[in-house]
């Protein structure tokens, strides 16, 4: 959005001292981001002027003198123009001011010193083909103003132009009133927040929700109501055309709150208005015809399609000279039927380029208010509600933790609460309070960017991580593994239907559905692998493929890794002992009593006592593949090992011999289990040497360890 610097250096209520450099470098801090800024014009020196009186000089038709009063003194100008006359007030290139390179002086025009230029619209800096029409080629005229006064400043041209890129989620930006402060937040000005006035028109007509929300206002048309000067050089800054004082009045109030809005002829359209989708040839503003098919319009109580919403108005329902009272229409609509309906139309209006994002409610509220302070004559808002605040835990553990130092209890904190506070976030013990135009702050991270806007990025120290030993997992071979057992490894949708995923083996307490969704074939995550795995298997059985073993790890639920094996041509105990293979871990198998299993061949597997698993067939009433399933959750299933670093000891190992006697049927397995137990850093044992004699068995073992455990061997057992 391009914003004019003097406008957010008064709305946000800037000290004189801040230069342009630094609203831009504000700007660019608070995380929005500059992408360019420029001189609205090269004029120095101009002059208020009041034409006392005008008469044609007698060597040239076409020249018009002006006896023009200055404040310094009376000047004669010539002029081609043909709108000027007596009593208009105006601006003046006098001698020495300037135009870019430009210096005017007096100069001679067929026998008359013509002492400079008067000034158009267009030579002040303005698009000539945006200017009210009776200025489009003519001297730029106006009501009496104070000839002392400077008219660079006193229009608002000595100014700059900016040209910001707003984030996506921060609609709400794209506008004066926000930007503004944003601004007033970073500088710590006092910003001065809109209020409704009082409505004095009672109104009947109504507004319906239906597609979206739609609201509005009814006002009775002033025949002497204009925007100033200044208001309407604003929208010529933002390359808007000036068309008639309530059109502009609608396009300024889009300008100063972000929200897009309509005005319609009262006696042109019947209430109540509401959004709806419509399918018809439609001849929009300017005259274009539109085939439109399934878009989104604004359709009054005898059903006509009265404006496109959000995007633009309707030809023959646009405001005339004959209006005597408005309704002006702000509403909020669906994002996709807006997107869907501007392909169709192929024009690319501002309104569109905020409609199509999130607006708030706040911004809607801000609209009307914007409303009522320019209108005279209009009626309270029709179908708004008062949007709601959105309160949030002002978690100051987590902000620190995040923040990666004690940001909270900072010196510069009570700052950037301030800060926030200019934003209209309230602090109330434990809690903030989201401003209403804040949509996209949802959750505390939200909160957190907010506080670093404003307490500044590059204040933030750099801190080299630490070097830390990380903790040495054995490598992952579970695929790998699971292939070997002829399996083939498999990958399917994570997410299902609501039917299908009545299979819960894991007895999950509750479905995790999507907000949004593709279709109703995908609107959960699933409880389980094998409900994928056996449509798979249905899939190829259906082509004739009948001997299927395959495989997949992946999301069930709120678990984030789970195996599921699945196989047409092995059984019950051939995936148990798959099972048992794979995790060499203590299971026990439970049969199962639930009527989504077959329950004749069906068990879960349990670990301490804490259901892991199950092995068997789906229920027939749910699969008929036929096939046998292991499922397993990896991460309660497997043994993890702690892993331990010791200093490498490069001393040569110890051998030692140790003879063990033993009854006829005592095993040599008892006296190594007491051994390994006992002693740590045995590397090897290994029988040497069996003498039996007269019943007695003599069993020699040899054992490799370190020179601290032979030690302990010598000392109990060879002393």
């Known amino acids: ?57 007698p060597n040239a038709d076409k020249l018009t003198v002006c006896e023009i009063e200055f404040n310094d003194k009376t000047r004669i100008i010539q002029t081609n123009a043909t709108n000027v006359k007596a009593n208009d007030y105006i601006m003046a290139f006098v001698p020495g001011s ?47 103003v104070d000839l002392n006064l400077d008219p660079l400043d006193y229009f608002d041209l000595d100014d700059y132009l900016i040209n910001v890129t707003i984030l996506s989620n921060r609609p709400d930006a794209n506008s004066y009133y926000i930007m503004a402060r944003e601004l007033a937040a970073f500088f710590h000005s006092t910003f001065k927040e809109i209020e409704f006035q009082n409505p004095n028109l009672k109104t009947t007509f109504e507004f319906q929700n239906n597609l979206g929300v739609l609201t509005g206002i009814e006002a009775k048309v002033d025949k002497k109501f204009k925007l100033t000067i200044n208001d309407s050089f604003l929208i010529l800054k933002s390359n808007i055309k000036l068309i008639s004082p309530y059109i502009d009045l609608s396009n300024l ?83 996709k039927n807006i997107r869907d309906t501007q392909k169709q139309l192929k024009l ?75 934003l209209g976030f309230i602090f109330k013990n434990d809690k903030i309070i989201i401003p209403n135009y804040r949509n996209d702050v949802e959750n505390i991270n939200d909160i957190i960017e907010e506080i670093l806007r404003f307490y500044g990025y590059s204040k933030i120290k750099e801190l080299q991580p630490k070097n830390q030993t990380f ?137 301490d006592n804490v259901k892991i698993g199950w092995i068997g067939k789906i229920s027939p009433f749910i699969s008929k593949t036929n096939a046998f399933y292991a499922e397993i959750n990896i991460e309660k299933a497997k043994n993890y090992i702690v892993n331990e670093f010791q200093n490498y000891d490069n001393l040569p190992l110890k051998i030692r011999d140790l003879t063990f006697e033993l009854q006829e049927k005592e095993s040599i397995s008892s006296k190594i289990k007491t051994l390994n137990n006992e002693l740590d850093n045995i590397y090897n044992i290994k029988i040497k040497d069996i003498f039996i004699q007269d019943n007695i068995k003599k069993v020699t073992i040899q054992i490799v360890c370190d020179e601290k455990t032979s030690k302990k061997i010598d000392l109990k057992y060879n002393s």
């Open 1 to 57: 959005m391009i914003f004019s610097f003097k406008k957010l250096k008064q709305m946000a209520n800037l000290e004189s001292q801040i230069q342009i450099k630094n609203v831009v470098d504000a700007i660019n801090s608070i995380g929005f981001e500059v992408e360019e800024y420029w001189k609205f014009n090269e004029i120095e020196g101009i002059k208020f002027g009041h034409i006392i009186k005008t008469y044609k000089n």
């Open 98 to 144: 300037k135009s870019k390179n430009i210096i005017f002086t007096e100069k001679e025009l067929k026998g008359i010193i013509s002492e400079g230029m008067l000034v158009s619209l267009d030579e002040l800096g303005f698009d000539k083909n945006l200017v009210w029409k009776k200025f489009e080629n003519g001297i730029f005229t106006f009501d009496k």
């Open 253 to 335: 109030i889009f300008l100063l709150s972000g929200m897009p809005n309509h005005a319609y002829n009262k006696k042109m359209i019947n209430s109540p208005l509401k959004a709806k989708l419509f399918s018809q040839t439609t001849k929009v503003l300017g005259g274009k015809e539109i085939n439109f098919d399934n878009s989104l319009g604004i359709v009054d109580g005898n059903k006509n399609i009265v404006s496109i919403a959000g995007i633009i108005g309707i030809e023959k329902y646009s405001l005339n000279d004959d209006s005597e009272n408005l309704i002006f229409e702000i509403g909020k609509f669906p994002i």
């Open 348 to 422: 690319e209006t501002n309104s569109f380029k905020q409609s199509s994002k999130n607006i708030s409610f706040g911004t809607m509220e801000l609209g009307h208010k914007y409303l009522s302070n320019y209108l005279s004559i209009f009626s309270e808002p029709i179908n708004l509600k008062k949007p709601e605040n959105k309160t949030l835990f002002f978690d100051k553990d987590k902000i620190n933790k995040i923040a990666g130092f004690n940001i909270t209890n900072s010196l510069d904190f009570t700052k950037v609460k301030k800060s926030l506070e200019i």
């Open 471 to 607: 903790s040495i997992q054995s490598l992952d071979t579970l695929k790998e593994e699971v292939a070997a057992n002829g399996f083939h490894e498999v990958r399917s949708y994570t997410l299902t239907s609501f039917e299908k995923n009545i299979f819960n083996p894991f007895d999950f307490k509750d479905n995790l559905t999507l907000k949004t969704f593709v279709s109703k074939e995908r609107e959960q995550i699933r409880n389980s692998l094998s409900i994928s795995l056996e449509e798979i298997i249905e899939y190829n059985q259906k082509r004739k493929i009948n001997d299927i073993s395959i495989f997949e790890i992946g999301m069930v639920n709120s678990w984030n890794k789970v195996l599921c094996l699945a196989s047409t041509t092995k059984n019950f105990n051939d995936l148990k002992q798959i099972i048992l293979n794979l995790f060499n871990s203590d299971f026990t198998f439970e049969r199962t009593n639930n009527e989504i299993f077959h329950n004749n061949v069906s068990a879960f597997i349990l670990k």
